[in-house]
């Protein structure tokens, strides 16, 4: 793909996202939150040498297979009418942007597709260029995962909010991390909380160095912290030297958009590298294409992309030649439109989703009201429901509906009087009202059951 011209932001008075200060002092070296295995694991004699490749030089690195084979003659992408108003329009891929596409690439990513995205984040969360890097995964999932095990010895302690996105579990557990479980509040990851567990740490027991929250539309809390939620945050982690890993699938999904804690981290580390942020195409251009980008502190992305080179060499390269004309075609701009359309659509679909909610578990339940995000966690309590597995497995089913229990969501399995609900995709005329209806008919039951009616 040829290099994408980026427009950057460059005037405070004209833009929404002016530059943030930049960062002061010697610059970091974040080597020190690397596990063991992660500091002595290196990339591979031909891929360690393949960044070397200069038009100048006479390569006989790589046995990259001759394209001349390849069938692909261009591909054309026919985009539907965009739900920010753009009208149908085609984008071939041809040239070479298609030999990129199709041939092996470098373990981060496509050098357009990162460089267009390095300046997305240098615009959006107001970074200047530094000691930081972007690099691709399939899916922020893959980027998590691997850096998880860049940062964690096997059994380490490990920091996470609760209740917490499911998905991290498996790898966590694989690991055999120590969960420390740091509960949410209504704006999700405690500060207060998070302060309690840091300052109370017993002196003989390994410190945790490392944070894991949703900040934005918590799958599955619902909650977003705010921007000074996320400064008491940082306070806390530069009293104890934290690495926050700030998990953003759904940060486009609200407007405004909620500064980030990659962008606040430089109010208060002076030459930031705490945080590594993870984006996801997810929920803005397709699930199925499994791509995500990892920012943050280069010694942790070159970790990451030690371990995509041993483990996938690297993201499908036609997926991100996808991903990348369509952003060039775009351009920054067209992204961020696509981005509050994608938002807008979402918040429309919560109020009605939430309308019907109210309707029927008023009295008997309550919730945070999303900002962003998919979800409704809904908390039985008030009804007198200590433990919504129980309810989903016998009332709920026996009615007719189906939630995620809240024990899906906690490392230690722990009871929870909460259901996750997602408005993302189901019909609200009528399965989510009849939904609503049928779950507070199984509450009704509990508490009978339960000898409270
Ligand atoms: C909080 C959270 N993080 C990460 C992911 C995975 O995202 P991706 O599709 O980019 O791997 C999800 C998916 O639902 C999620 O809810």
Known sequence: MAPVPVQVADSAVSSPFPQSPKTTGPPVDQTNFLSDRARTTEIDGIRGLLPLETPDVVSFLAGKPNPATFPFGSITLNLKPSISGRPAESITLDGADLDHALQYGPSAGLTSLRNWLTALQERVHKRTPGNWTVSLGSGSQDLMTKC?????????????ETPVYSGVLPALRLLNADMIEVDVDDQGLSATRLAEILDS???????????????????????????QRKLDVLQVMQKHNLLMMEDDPYYYLTTPLIPSYFEL?????????????????????SGGMRLGYATGPKEILHAIDVNTAGANLHTSALTQGIAGSLLQHWGQDGFLAHSEAVSAFYKERRDVFEAAAHKYLDGLATWVSPVAGMFLWIDMSPAGITDSYSLIRTEALAKGVLAVPGQSFYPSNRKSPHVRVSFSIIDLETKAPEGFARLAEAIKDKRKELGLE
């Open 265 to 285: 981290e430089t109010q208060v580390f002076p030459n930031a590298g705490h945080v590594v942020r993870f984006d996801s195409f997810s929920k803005l251009l």
């Open 148 to 160: 998880f095990s860049a940062v964690l010895n096997p059994g380490d302690p490990i920091l996470v």
């Open 201 to 227: 740490w017993p002196a003989d027991k390994k410190k945790p160095r490392v944070i894991y929250s949703t900040p934005v539309g918590c799958n599955p809390s619902g909650c977003s912290a705010s921007p």
